[in-house]
């Protein structure tokens, strides 16, 4: 018979069981489960609810029981239906009387609740670890590179240069914000749901403040019914993973780009990248490319569970157990795609002279040969309009603005002298943007500077 089972007359269907079970999923919250049964029991005990000896038996049993799933000793029933009813049986199976009073004043809502929270706020942290790691090479990266020019792009147009430090010091900063917002997930999740039983609370003296602090949550639900029904905050560590996935998936779009033999910026490290079945000179990014592809997959778990969330009345309904899967999934996925684009990234050899060559291609001195002509006097606007004209010629030309003898210069402009090849060269163009978050050397070298005091600073 079910633990919950004494109001039925018939057994559950085995479709039902298989339906309705969420044991082969829901078995990794086993330490988690286990740690707030634990704190439930010893708080118990210190109120008086249970006897000191119920209270340290019961203790002891889980324990136990905790030591030998991590084992792999443990098979877990699926009549059981879940880790929490599992768990208890197998604990009212090794201690008797004693286990049957495990579940005195709380829920299978409540529990699960709490299961949850504690495991976001250590996937929350996981994940932070995993981005500080990466915004680490990106720093080592940049730091290498506050000299290498490389085309900008808008549109996917070469447009401007920078340097490749400034271009990874742009994901860093998109990698810090991802590291923020799990902070802000593990203090969403920092709330701690245990006594808000099915949905109403109980009648029986428990001290929730003091299994907050057993199970070092910073405060306690204020509203049993939100207590049993929130998931907002594995919906906040889902948008979170979203966010970062979708940065992954920007990047590693450049990085497959900068592969390519169009673009030959990149070149992938041989354990990276994969052959082809028909094809003997291929190299593919497919480690960057299934990152891209798996970016939709955590999309769809916030989708999902957004979806299942919408219609529901307070409090706890079972679409509810929906949540784990996506938070599985997600969790999953962003730990492994975080693992492995750092390890490619980081064995990533960087071409150097074709980042050059592309920068010196595609007129991306426009914008510096018009501010050139503006600071001669000549207005903006006009400036456009002549060095729009001067493109379109060396266009027809095949040449760059710099083939151009001064004479074929001056022939748009009499304020081109013989600064302008100068003013107008790569390096001249990189260095002489240094308005702070400019890509020029010296501020590239001050955002690196900030960014290692900020990863020092960052905690939680």
Known sequence: MKLWGGRFEKK???LVDDFHSSITFDKRLYRQDIAGSIAHATMLGEQGILSKEDADAIVEGLRAIEADIAAG????????????????????????????????????????ALDCRMYVKEAAREAASLMRELCETLLSIASAHTQTIMPGYTHLQRAQPVTLGHHMMAYFQMFTRDMQRMKEVFTHADVMPLGSGAL?????PLNRERVSQLLGFSSITANSLDGVSDRDF?????????????????????????NSHEFRFVEMDDAYATGSSIMPQKKNPDVAELIRGKTGRVYGDLTGLLTTLKGLPLAYNKDMQEDKEALFDARDTLVK???????????????????ARGAAGGFTNATDAADYL???????RDAHAVIGHLVLHCIRENKAILDLTLPELKAFSPLFEQD??????M????????????????????SIQAGRAWLDGFSF
């Open 12 to 14: 559950t269907d085995g």
């Open 73 to 112: 000793r443990v098979q877990f029933e699926l009549d059981a239906e879940d880790i929490h009813m599992n768990v208890e049986k197998l604990l009212i199976q090794r201690i008797g009387e004693a286990g049957k009073r495990l579940h005195t004043g709380r829920s299978r809502n409540d529990q699960v």
């Open 200 to 204: 109403a609370g109980t009648t029986y």
């Open 234 to 258: 594995v919906c906040d560590y889902l948008y979170a993973a979203s966010v970062c996935m979708m940065h992954l998936s920007r990047f590693c779009e450049e990085l497959i780009l900068w």
């Open 337 to 355: 795609s975080l693992v492995v684009f750092q390890a490619m990234l980081a064995s990533c050899t960087f071409r150097e002279d074709n980042m």
């Open 374 to 380: 503006v600071k001669k006097g000549m207005p903006f």
């Open 420 to 425: 302008v090849f100068e003013a107008c060269s």
């Open 427 to 446: 390096h001249a163009c990189v260095t002489q943007r240094c308005v702070p978050g400019g890509p020029a050397p010296e501020r590239v070298q001050e």
